[in-house]
């Protein structure tokens, strides 16, 4: 599975912005995916994932009522539209594609490919 994500950068606090990542290589709708963040210096934090028909979703508290994660399988994409961004969001985002782990995705170890991470930084 190759994972592209895309849509990260520099918005002042209070912004918006949408990661998209475009997965290859296997039928997306039986992929889990998720999403991850990594500030330097600190362990890869998750922040939401969401399951193969896009009917299950879990985020991390601290986004909650903020971020928002979805999928179009037609596109082989997963998406994490971001509102209200804060200070503390700044960091690497990662998304990540789950394929062995019968329908878990909230845990780090629960991911099997990742893409190349997208930086997001919000100014404040």
């Known amino acids: 599975v190759q994972l592209q994500a895309s849509g990260g950068g520099l918005v002042q606090a209070g912004g918006s912005l949408r990661l998209s990542c475009e997965a290859s290589?296997?039928?997306?709708?039986?992929?889990?995916m998720g999403w991850f963040r990594q500030v330097p210096g600190q362990e890869r934090e998750f922040v939401a994932g969401?399951?193969?028909?896009?009917?299950?979703?879990s985020l991390v508290t601290s986004v909650k009522g903020r971020f928002a994660i979805s999928r179009d399988n037609a596109k082989n994409t997963v998406y994490l539209q971001m509102n209200s961004l804060k200070p503390e969001d700044a960091a690497i985002y990662y998304c990540?594609?789950?394929?062995?782990?019968?329908?878990?995705?909230?845990?780090?170890?629960?991911?099997?490919?990742w893409g190349q991470g997208t930086l997001v930084t919000v100014s404040s």
């Open positions: 990540a594609a789950a394929v062995y782990s019968n329908g878990r995705f909230v845990k780090e170890k629960d991911y099997d490919y």
């Open positions: 290589g296997r039928t997306f709708s039986s992929l889990s």
């Open positions: 969401i399951n193969g028909n896009g009917g299950v979703t």
